[in-house]
């Protein structure tokens, strides 16, 4: 693997320190991404995910002790150009409705570029770009009101403006939440294809552990503002015991690889998906 | 985001549980109570009356029991306020000429003349105010945002008997104050989600009105939808819980007046008397 | 529940139950958002009968009307055509409609919308407020309402201030004070996570087994597997419908109405396409760990 775009370490933070509304969010943190990789960050609700990720678009700078070096940019450093990062690293949030506020769909997807500077052709083309990358044809989509959009559109459209500006690292928080599967089948297609043609590094904070399997090639686990692991998705999620530690689940399909192994078939450890059990059960009985 | 932080964790000031004579009060006859003393508060026209009442509410502090720094936590915020009137007091300030000392010169701001009338009548408007800020924090230092919501459902209910929404006012209230801490979050929310697509940077600088503006806008229309789309789910979950405005409902909860409640509200109301007769 | 004699409480009439006839029943319900220029049929012709004491799972892709139509199971809606009614009680008669409610609790997805009180137990006393219960009545509703749903202790927190878990089982607890005999859940697991999502379902099966009738709208497939029938809905119509066993077992069918399989299902229909049959009604983990075991030890 190429060596770490995104580089978080030590990090702490608390909102509304010195007063008596402190809340902790981040005791020790860290995370590390190398480029192209989809790197899946998980943990209970109220571990601190959504802070973390805002180190990675400059929105929160590190305190003592904490590092956070994200395409090159120390963050730390007083001089350091943020707006330039948020231009390079895309954030997703989990309710579409939150990110648009133009009134028609193309100028809230024209508003990033817009501000990098494009204008006229080249803008315009860059909109259609973003819209075809998300599945939102161009021609019908572009002069909709954001407001009269189905959730499904509504969550391209923004995906959409965040793409429009062709950031490096895309962070999604929590993008799919409450979407059934063939809404996240389809945000996973289009993740998959930017990945691949374009490089796109992705950083997935999520809670379901299906997705991590299905989009991960790493996954961080966060609790409580501490990172407790880290690695591959197959050796943190296979491992039963620092998963109960931790309270989450492991995947369905996990499950019922233990389910089987409890009752003496001899089946493999860390299985995560349908596929991966259905695959290792013809080899047992197959015989 | 400090905008949101405070937001979020708005409310009309903390509540200290206790069992202290003010806090067992009935929340109808507080609530009442603080409509009585705050117009005595505005009425009072002589400085030792305002002085008085003053002195009255520290020692209704003192009665309630409460911790050190509830008195502090109350009067924090409004201190700023606090100096921008006693500035424009001093300056502007109605000048009493039968106050003592309104001929006598104490400074010179330009074209002027500041008296010490004047500076003894920002004093008093200072104390005025102070007055009714610490008597809204005593009333919500006491009483349960549960308590509190009672005693307004209780007080309006009779408007329902006439044909009157009193009941539904009472509960819009609530369901307001309720949804301004998740107002915040979502309000913190949209600026996140904004904020990682400005990439103008630079520092807010208040003079820049046109950009400004723009950004709040951007702010507000998001904010809207999301109270607008609360408000429908809001509608249709008290349809799902029969609710059926104020007319023939119970409550868990049964508030009966007592001695003790009967003598503050007879307290109170001979308070504001004795200030109306002065 | 109300049983025998009907209930009067604040103008709403309660029926008992009883009888094998049906609780809710729907008849050729259409129902159509917006006016007349541009308007959504979100549910076009949808006939079922619902029994006392079921287990219902409604499922489909969005926009399939599964919302809509929890929605005029339990009185929030009224059909714009074709009649739905409970206990015999139509939801197009507006005076029975308050009756219709407290019969048929309906929990909205999300739980902070439905929270207009400052603490656990305030919430809980609200529906029984406003259905005019006797206060002392009123008591000892939510005392066991909190119990039920296992939240005894946290009577005076705040609504807001839960963990979604906990929301979830406040917003069922408000339901229950207004002793409902049928409970709909309208996606109450979509934005849990997995823990809260198991505890939820465990009180849901209790509750089930204690006589509640349950209806579910959700789109996870284990969830399903709990049920005891599915209906399936696809652009406003009931487009499959049966035991969980029978729906899963059209598995050709259900991606095109844009569902998955629950995990065991999908293994097991794997298998049978290598050629290892261990049988098309498997869909729960339990079932399938049965077939291969049975099948192991078989050849062992």
């Known amino acids: 693997m190429s060596a770490p775009i995104v580089q978080l370490s030590h990090l702490s933070y608390t909102y509304l320190a010195g007063t008596e509304l402190a809340a902790t969010a981040l005791v020790d943190a860290s995370l590390s991404v190398s480029e192209g990789e989809i790197v899946a960050l998980v943990g209970p609700s109220g571990a601190g995910k959504s802070t973390l990720v805002s180190f990675v678009n400059g929105l929160l700078r590190p305190e003592e002790g904490g590092r956070a070096v994200i395409l090159g940019l120390d963050t730390h450093d007083p001089a350091a150009d943020l707006s330039a990062l948020r231009s390079q690293v895309g954030l997703v949030m989990q309710h579409p409705h939150q990110q648009l506020f133009e009134r028609y769909v193309g100028d809230d997807i024209a508003y990033g570029p817009r501000q990098m500077g494009l204008s006229g052709e080249s803008l315009r083309g860059r909109v259609r770009w973003a819209m075809e990358a998300v599945g939102l044809d161009f021609e019908t989509f572009v002069d909709r009101r954001t407001f009269a959009l189905s959730g499904g559109e509504m969550r391209r459209a923004a995906l959409a403006g965040v793409l429009a500006m062709q950031p490096r690292i895309l962070v999604l928080d929590e993008a799919t939440a409450g979407l059934d599967q063939v809404g996240r089948s389809q945000v996973h297609e289009v993740l998959h294809r930017l990945q691949s043609e374009q490089g796109l590094t992705i950083v997935l904070v999520t809670n379901e552990m299906d997705e991590v399997v299905d989009m991960a090639d790493s996954v961080s686990v966060l609790v409580k503002g501490h990172t407790v692991a880290s690695g591959a998705v197959r050796e943190v999620l296979g491992d039963a015991s620092l998963m109960e530690r931790c309270g989450l689940t492991v995947p369905e399909a996990t499950e019922l690889a233990q389910d089987l192994r409890e009752h003496g078939i001899p089946i493999g450890q860390s299985l995560l998906s349908d596929g991966e059990v259905e695959e290792a059960l013809w080899h047992v009985l197959h015989r | 985001m400090a905008r949101a932080a405070s937001l979020r964790n708005a409310s009309l000031g903390r509540f200290w549980p206790g069992d202290s004579v003010v806090h067992t009060l009935d929340p109808r006859v507080k609530l009442c109570s603080l409509g009585l003393w705050t117009v005595a508060i505005v009425l009072a026209s002589r400085w030792w009356v305002t002085a008085a009442l003053f002195l009255l509410i520290a020692a209704a502090y003192r009665a309630a029991r409460l911790p050190r720094g509830a008195a502090g936590a109350v009067l924090r915020p409004v201190l700023p306020v606090l100096a921008v009137l006693a500035v424009s007091q001093l300056l502007f300030g109605y000048q009493d000429p039968a106050m003592p000392g309104a001929d006598i010169g104490v400074l010179e701001v330009g074209a002027a003349d500041v008296s010490l009338g004047r500076v003894i009548g920002a ?156 | 529940m109300p049983d025998g004699a009907p209930r009067v409480l604040r103008g709403a009439l309660f029926f008992g139950g009883g009888g094998m006839d049906a609780f809710i029943s729907v008849r050729d319900l259409h129902y159509r958002y917006g006016n007349a220029g541009e308007s959504i049929e979100a549910l076009r012709g949808v006939s079922l009968n619902i029994v006392r004491g079921e287990y219902l799972a409604i499922v489909g892709r969005n926009g399939s009307g599964k919302s809509t139509l929890a929605k005029c199971l339990s009185g929030l809606l009224s059909p714009s055509s074709g009649d739905v009614r409970v206990n015999g009680a139509s939801t197009r008669d507006a005076a029975a409609l308050v009756g219709i409610r407290a019969t048929v609790g309906m929990v909205l997805q999300n739980p902070d919308n439905q929270f207009v009180t400052s603490s656990v137990e305030d919430e809980v006393a609200f529906g029984p407020e406003n259905l005019g219960v006797p206060p002392a009545e009123i008591r000892g509703r ?65 509750l089930y087994s204690a006589g509640m009738t349950i209806i579910t709208v959700t789109h996870h497939m284990t969830e399903v597997t709990r049920a005891k029938r599915v209906v399936v809905m696809e652009r406003g119509q009931i487009a499959l419908t049966g035991a969980p066993a029978e729906v899963f077992a059209r598995d050709d069918a259900l991606k095109g109405y844009g569902l998955a399989l629950p995990p065991a299902a999908a293994v097991e229909r794997g298998l049978a396409r290598r050629g290892l049959e261990l049988g098309r009604d498997v869909v729960t983990a339990e079932e399938l760990v049965r077939r291969v075991v049975a099948l192991w030890e078989g050849e062992g």
């Open chain 3, 142 to 206: 939510v005392a066991s309402a909190i119990e039920r749903v296992g939240m005894c202790g946290q009577e005076f927190r705040d609504p807001h201030l839960l963990s979604s878990g906990e929301k979830a089982r406040l917003a069922v607890a408000a339901m229950l004070a207004m002793e409902p005999q049928c409970l709909v859940l309208d996606e109450a697991t979509a934005t849990l996570d997995p823990r809260s999502r198991g505890s939820l379902l465990a009180l849901l099966t209790q």
């Open chain 2, 123 to 278: 004093a008093i408007a200072i104390v005025r105010l102070l007055s009714l800020v610490m008597l809204v924090g005593l009333l919500t230092a006491t009483t349960s945002a549960s308590a509190l919501a009672s005693g307004m459902e209780r007080l309006l209910l009779p408007l329902n008997r006439i044909g009157l929404p009193g009941h539904e006012l009472a509960l819009t209230g609530a369901i307001a104050l309720r949804f301004l801490p998740i107002l915040g979050e979502e309000l913190e929310a949209v600026q996140r989600a904004q904020l990682a697509r400005d990439i103008t940077g630079g520092p807010e600088r208040p003079w820049q009105l046109a950009r400004n503006a723009r950004r709040t806008a951007a702010l507000v229309v998001p904010l809207f939808a999301d109270a607008l789309q609360r408000v429908d789910e809001i509608s249709t979950a008290l349809l799902a819980r029969c609710y059926q405005g104020g007319r023939g409902r119970t409550y868990m909860r049964e508030l009966r007046l007592n001695a003790k409640d009967l003598i503050s509200l007879a307290i109170s109301v001979g308070l504001l008397v004795i200030v109306v007769v002065l």
